[in-house]
């Protein structure tokens, strides 16, 4: 599945931002979707995660309360919304799909949990 990830840009901090992904697949609803981040000298890490149907969702500790993850199934496209922004949320945002398995809430994720990977978009935030 080919995903293309845009919405990125430059935000000062509280602030909002909203990410979209459109996955360039006819079976949009049966993967599993994610976000991750990647900080300059930092691994990538996950942001949070939607199940096939959009019903269970997960979230990484460092943006509960803060950041919304969404889907439409209809129009294959899965939306990351951030508010509360901190300067410590400045990354490359991917998005990230898997084929195999369902979301569990409270769970944490790993890249090697998913297969696909759109190119990234870099969000900015200034203090």
């Known amino acids: 599945v080919q995903l293309q990830a845009s919405g990125g840009g430059l935000v000062q901090a509280g602030g909002s931002l909203s990410l979209s992904c459109v996955a360039s697949?006819?079976?949009?609803?049966?993967?599993?979707m994610a976000w991750f981040r990647q900080a300059p000298g930092k691994e990538r890490e996950f942001v949070a995660a939607?199940?096939?149907?959009?019903?269970?969702?997960s979230y990484a500790n460092s943006v509960k309360r803060r950041f919304s993850v969404s889907r439409d199934n209809a129009n294959n496209t899965v939306i990351l919304q951030m508010n509360s922004l901190k300067p410590e949320d400045t990354a490359v945002y991917y998005c990230?799909?898997?084929?195999?398995?369902?979301?569990?809430?409270?769970?944490?994720?790993?890249?090697?949990?998913?297969?696909?990977w759109g190119q990234g978009t870099q969000v900015t935030v200034s203090s």
């Open positions: 990230a799909a898997d084929l195999r398995r369902t979301v569990y809430s409270n769970s944490y994720y790993y890249p090697r949990d998913f297969d696909s």
């Open positions: 697949v006819s079976t949009f609803s049966s993967y599993r």
């Open positions: 939607i199940s096939r149907s959009g019903v269970t969702t």
